[in-house]
DNA sequence: AATAATAATAGTAATTATTCCTAAAAGTCA
DNA sequence: TGACTTTTAGGAATAATTACTATTATTATT
């Protein structure tokens, strides 16, 4: 029941040079990277690409699912090689982002589905406190 | 112990026609205002008011405790009247902000201090779903 | 293979939110 | 009053992101 109507046209994702340099520097970096930061690594191995080129493409990829947009407050936005669900850590010294595992000291109560009114679909959670280099 | 060892001179904050304004404005809106939104209040009632001025004034009266800065993922930067510890649900469609209260369904076990060598001194947590109006 | 249709690109301009700068105005206080 | 400090308005500057456009690359169709 509730089937969309409508045929799915699944949006060819052509695999292009930039594009594979790209999804390439972010999976390998296994950093929380920016947009610029992107763009200054794909530079080196193809220093004609350009910064709306990152831009699209990690925002493409991410709708794909292929990596994770990491939305933390106020800050630069930041991508994620990694798409399973976890938590961030971010320390207030250095600005620095820790990956934190689902499980680490953290129950979250979903089962009340209903606050407020609100049918929640899902959470975003974010520590910040100061990492081991910074104390 | 562990007492800051100069003296703190309190920083004196002048409540002028404009910072009552502006604070005016965000304590009745009982809503999460962009500085923006904020500018557009106030101007009705002091319509030479500068949009700087606004900016300045929030982030101070932020940092003063007298409002609060919320802060959601990716977005403007928005203020809140309630200074009191509460969390956010944000809706997909239309983007409206509504308020969580700390207990609602939620549990979070900061008992471990400790996530990852990190020292954790708070979180933000913030929900998604779709809001009564949007279904 | 040639052609047509579609998607992606580089480079740049535009937009948006925010912060910075500066000279003038207003508040504080001896 | 006069010196000092804070705040202001208005505009410029900055930073991140998005939009535009002519060109190039890829895929599909004859
Ligand atoms: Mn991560
Ligand atoms: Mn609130
Ligand atoms: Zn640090
Ligand atoms: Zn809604």
Redesign the interface.
């Known amino acids: 029941m509730n089937a969309s109507n409508h045929t799915y046209r699944p949006e060819p994702l052509r695999m292009t040079n930039q594009r594979k340099g790209i999804l390439e520097e972010v999976q390998k970096a296994r950093q929380h990277l920016t947009a610029d930061e992107v763009y200054e690594l794909v530079r080196k191995k193809q220093p004609r690409i350009s910064l709306s080129t990152v831009y699209r493409n990690l925002e493409k990829m991410a709708d794909a699912g292929i990596l994770a947009?990491l939305?933390?407050?106020?800050n630069q936005?930041r991508y994620d090689w990694n798409t399973d669900m976890h938590h961030h850590?971010r320390?207030?010294r250095c600005g620095a982002v820790?990956?934190?595992p689902v499980d680490?000291?953290?129950?979250?109560?979903?089962?009340?589905q209903a606050?407020?009114?609100?049918?929640?679909?899902?959470?975003?959670?974010?520590?910040?406190?100061?990492?081991?280099k910074c104390?």
Do not use: H, M, T, Y
């Open positions: 947009r939305e933390l407050s106020g936005r850590a320390c207030v820790r990956d934190v680490a000291g953290v129950e979250l109560d979903l089962g009340s606050i407020n009114g609100f049918a929640v679909s899902g959470f975003r959670l974010e520590f910040k406190g100061i990492c081991e104390r």
